[in-house]
């Protein structure tokens, strides 16, 4: 598997893992303290950045489809410096 297949499932799984933790706490009350609170921001913030790194990565993904390959250089004949003009020697007599 590549690096980029381990990141978004790795990604994916924080997320879900952020999203139960937040709901497990709110479920059971423990929300409804300062602490609880607290906990509550961070797995909702720790979500959040992983979900727009997810985002970035699905867009970058899309762009790569999108973008039409890349066409061969064409080979251009470099013009040849024009010799100097040929001056006619001098008759010695």
């Not at 797995?43 to 990565?57: D, H, Q």
Request: glycine fraction near 6%.
């Amino acid at each position: 598997m590549s690096d980029r297949g381990f990141l978004f499932i790795f990604s994916c799984i924080v997320i879900v893992a952020s999203l139960g933790a937040t709901g497990w706490m709110v479920a059971t009350g423990q929300a409804a303290s300062v602490d609880g609170l607290f906990l509550v921001l961070m797995c909702l913030l720790i979500a959040l950045a992983f979900g727009l790194y997810v985002m970035f990565m699905i867009n970058r993904a899309k762009e790569a489809l999108e973008a039409p390959p890349a066409k061969p250089a064409k080979a251009t004949a470099t013009p040849q410096p024009k010799a100097a003009p040929m001056v006619p020697a001098e008759k010695t007599e």
